[in-house]
């Protein structure tokens, strides 16, 4: 028996808009911080964690929710993860 490799081309996982959101808030809850504990690890406002963790069309907070996971799991966000 040989190893199957498979000549299809790495494709990295994307996430939604809404998937981050819902992905920063979890990582918060998962951590045990409130939205103040983590305005202030990341130097923001509560109201930015807010927006953040809430998902709306059009929002403009990509920014902010790939900070809030790269701070909170220790990982770097490459895009393109989202669409």
């Not at 109201?47 to 809030?68: L, P, Q």
């Not at 909170?72 to 989202?82: F, K, M, R, T």
Request: net charge negative; aromatic share 4%.
């Amino acid at each position: 028996m040989t190893d199957a490799t498979s000549d299809a081309p790495y494709q990295a996982p994307f996430m939604t808009p809404a998937d981050l959101a819902e992905r920063a808030r979890g990582l918060r809850e998962d951590a045990g911080l409130t939205q103040r504990d983590l305005a202030d690890k990341i130097e923001c406002s509560t109201s930015t964690i807010s927006k953040a963790e809430n998902f709306h069309e059009g929002d403009g907070m990509i920014g902010a929710r790939i900070t809030i996971i790269e701070t909170l799991a220790d990982e770097i966000v490459e895009g393109p993860l989202y669409r």
